[in-house]
T-cell receptor, first 117, second 113 residues
């Protein structure tokens, strides 16, 4: 099956620093990648949708300047949390799809746990 | 807008018991429906899906039938195992949103010996 990886799997950083999380599709070309945030014991909240070579589309309430998304190639998308604060601590999950459309399956990465001190 | 409602957990069962996790949805179009499973400390894995009414998705002994008349997609398994302990998410995507997923809140399943 389709495999999506994330790196790092967990990261601890100091308040005010920036953290970059990578999402890679290992065995397929991902025309669309999604970034989610998951709080403990809660569902996934979609943050943004990115298509290769174009700007990401952010969901309402998500700060574009704080969560920078780059989808530079068909196998790589990055999420950079800029000037991180403790309230940004969360589990960040990416997913990838080989095509757009409601029938297309999203394949999820294992997630990155971010702790901001 | 689209929404997915799941039964609240946690659901605690003995091994070999029958499992049902209810899921109902609201959508403007004709959505595709999914069940994802999240094992402790891991990301989501697709469990099964159905893309049109009356379709039945099945995998690893789990199954769910797309019921348009009741707008439901309940997850069932005849005999659960301890290894099935996880959080299960029902989700939908519809034509209006491309393949953007709307998730339910998740249902935690605990299976005991």
């Amino acid at each position: 099956g389709a495999v999506v990886s994330q790196h790092p799997s967990w990261v601890i950083c100091k308040s005010g620093t920036s953290v970059k999380i990578e999402c890679r599709s290992l065995d397929f070309q991902a025309t669309t990648m999604f970034w989610y945030r998951q709080f403990p014991k809660q569902s996934l909240m979609l943050m943004a949708t990115s298509n290769e070579g174009s700007k990401a589309t952010y969901e309402q309430g998500v700060e574009k300047d704080k969560f920078l998304i780059n989808h530079a190639s068909l196998t790589l998308s990055t999420l950079t949390v800029t000037s991180a604060h403790p309230e940004d601590s969360s589990f960040y999950i990416c997913s990838a799809s080989s095509a757009s459309g409601p029938q297309e399956t999203q394949y999820f990465g294992p997630g990155t746990r971010l702790l901001v001190l | 807008g689209n929404s997915v409602t799941q039964m609240e957990g946690p659901v605690t069962l003995s091994e070999e018991a029958f499992l049902t996790i209810n899921c109902t949805y609201t959508a403007t179009g004709y959505p595709s429906l999914f069940w994802y499973v999240q094992y402790p400390g891991e990301g989501l894995q697709l469990l099964l899906k159905a893309t049109k009414a009356d379709d039945k998705g099945s995998n690893k002994g789990f199954e769910a039938t797309y019921r348009k008349e009741t707008t439901s997609f309940h997850l069932e398994k005849g005999s659960v195992q301890v290894s099935d302990s996880a959080v299960y998410f029902c989700a939908l995507s519809d034509q209006g949103g491309g393949n953007k997923l709307t998730f339910g809140t998740g249902t935690q399943l605990k299976v005991e010996l």
